[in-house]
């Protein structure tokens, strides 16, 4: 079934404004995780708003799991299905305890009492918070703040996770982390998830990744396809990561080695060519 | 001016015990015309070293109530850290600090959420007004402030006039830069310069830092958790861990280190990554982990067209 | 540093206190600056600082931390300290120097003061070192319940003041941050004129109203999208519940206030 379908979707932020969304279509399997790539400005922060109907689309039609997102009767039962993580570690948290912030999302849709207590828990052992349970909020590093953005999320057991450019402000090793906890939600848990991003690298983990443009989509495929179009990427704003250019240096040396996108199978590459 | 730092220790004065140290006996020199890099993790005591070299933290010996301990007769003289940027003492309560602050820039993380002023004009200027020891005229306030805007690549007559927060992030980010270089800075500091930007806008602030290095401030120091960043752009780099510094040394040398760095928390540049998959593979390739040079070390070693 | 204020900061072990209910802890502090206000000499002073004494052993919370929180009010001390110290009215002669004068009266009755000053801020502090924002909001929501028949939008407040409360760390933060910016950019704050001080807290405020804004905005979004929408369907996490421990805070409080209502008839000086 699909989690969510965009039909020629436009959006403007004002009548007077130029689009900042323009007949964009696509469609996400349940079960999928696809990447959104685009440089910043490109529109693809648009697209996670518009999904749980904070933004109102101009035209077109989102539906999520078949229902209308533009009905402002659906919106309830839309944004329990959609969870959504923001860029700002310090600007999603409303409690001051870890719990307590994890709580706020099931409270909100009226869950019992022990219910509540049961996925305070379950969220957070799946983001490996558990020993923060008490802690204050603003006591925690970036990865770790992101970390609790998520499991208050999940604590109201979305069947889709959006993650808007959840990444962008933290360091590498809290990238990591987030990324960790993505991967294992799609893998264990069959969670629907769509990453909006613009590091390249983190599209890697996606079955599908979709670029976007001044509103518009202009390319799509798997991770690797997309990568292997690196000089259309450059003209989009979008840089390969390091790993690409390597690749393309080396190519420009006459050395025959395929795009590849982790340093394990460059180095094989290599290696198979030293070896001829 | 060469940075040269003694002995620097530093405690929060917390309650908690476990914090307390945020320096431990750092010793440390920067020369004139480097591009060094400082790596750590958040709490590894890099921004607190940082806000000493330009004394927004003041060295003890530095504030007005220090007196130094009496020493016994038999006891070793007490060791005060020591900090000396060019010809600046910043262990001298006499040391003319405002001076230093406009020899020393520092650009902090995200710095476009400083910018205040009315136009962007305005805001550069805020600092040139501030450490200008005379009042300046109309006509030099405005050449050095378009100098500074012309430098971080912004069109003057285009920017000047507009709100700061008008520009899109990239380019406030750039008026934050050219609100610290206008007075001229020999030593310019940046925490994280490329952070929350797409990996174009990286390319372009780094871009824009080898020229201001080229032509504008002799030393630039980056803080930066980018390994791949490190590799690719500077001369020498510096990393702290729990509040010491554990290297310091040409990033050629300093990524024959991944082991150690990777205990540490701390990543290595991608071209590291492969050498040592390649070594597991029984293929030696070694480089000091720039792009040109892993590139042409490999072609050296397995042959370009010949495969 | 601006990080020394303590007030807001929750201090997370399990104690006695920490475990009271809020409503009861929100009660037994009005209760407290009542008693405070009601002790008319220093039996009555000594009886709140023995209560006192007893809530800060009860909460297992460092001395230290507590009375960090008068250094916020350290300068209101001083200053009340010296107006009284040479205007309050006395008899018996301390200690006179030219225009000055210093009486026995006015040197107990500062002291007087100062006590009560440092014991509302100590008590107040230790409300909020021992109760979680929320539940300290859970409480007060609770306690204002009867307000939501007139209407009064309860809920809301108290979610405001759990907000706040869990913003004011991050908020110093960013300050010291953006100080820390414009110092690097020869920005002075200690020195110069009243005037040229307030003119440069300008740089400092303006950015951090943008970005209190930006947060406001964002925080709004992140609530829409956790499905915040008002009080209608929401249930709590916490339970709030009157146990053993309130009731001995109970008879603790009564036993005060009646303490220093009897010690007002003992001998000795009043204020």
Redesign the interface.
Known sequence: MKAVNFENVAFSYREEDEFSLKNVSFSVEEGEFVAVLG???SGKSTLA?LT?G?LHLTGGKITVFGTDVSDEKNL?EI??K???V???P????????V??DI???????????EE??RR?DWALDAVGMTEYK?????SL??GQKQRV?IA??LA?KPQIMILDEST??L???GRREIMDVVKKLNREEGMTILLIT???EEALAADRAIVMNRGEIVMRGTPEEIFERHEELETY???????G??CE??KK????VRYVLT??E???E??A??S? | MRIEVKHLSYTYHSSAPFSAYALQDINLTIEEGEFFGIIG???SGKSTFVQHLNALIKLPTAEKKFKPKKVRKGQPAPVYPSIRIGTYDLGDKKTDFKELRSKVGIVFQYPEYQLFAETVALDVAFGLRNFSKTPLSQEETEEKVKEAIEAVGLDYHAVKDASPFDL???QKRRVAIAGVIVTKPEILILDEPA?????????EIMELLHRLHASWCKTVIIVS????EISENCTRAAVFSASRLKFCMPPSELFLHAEELETL?L?I???A??Q???Q????E?HSDFT??D???R??E??G??S? | MLKDIAFGQ?Y?VSSFLHRADPRMKLLSLVAFIVAIFLASNFYGIGLCILGFALALAASRVPVRKVFRSVKGILFLLVFTAIIQLFFYKGETVLFSWWKIVVTKEALFYTLFLILRLVLLVTVASLLTFTT???SLTDGLESLLYPLKLIRFPVHELA?IM??A??FI??LI?ETERIMNAQKARGAEFERGSLFSRAKAVIPVLIPLLISAF??AE??G?????????GSK???????ISFGWRDLVIFLVMAGLIAGVVLVKQLPGMVF
Do not use: W
């Open positions: 440089h910043n400005g708003r749980n904070l309830f944004r329990k959609v969870g959504i923001f860029q700002n310090d600007n999603q948290t409303v409690a001051s305890i719990e307590d709580a706020f999302g099931p409270e909100n849709i009226g869950v019992a009492r509540i207590a305070v008490q802690r204050m909020v603003s590093s970036g953005a208050g999320v109201l962008a402000m360091d590498p090793k613009h590091f390249m704003n979008l840089a390969l990561p390091r790993i250019v390597l240096m080396l040396g006459g050395m025959p340093p394990e460059l180095a094989k290599i290696a060519c030293a001829k | 993790h958040t709490g899109s992030g990239g952070a929350g930007l797409d990996p174009l806008g990286k390319r958790h980018d390994m791949d928390g990543d540049p991608v071209t990554k492969i040592r998959e390649l597991k593979l029984g293929v390739v792009n040109e892993f590139v042409r490999v072609l070693r397995v370009g067209t495969c | 929750y997370p979680t924002p929320v979610l759990s907000i409360l869990r760390p991050t933060e930006r947060r964002e925080l979004d992140a609530m829409d999208a956790r499905c915040y929408a369907v929401r249930t709590k996490y916490k339970k």
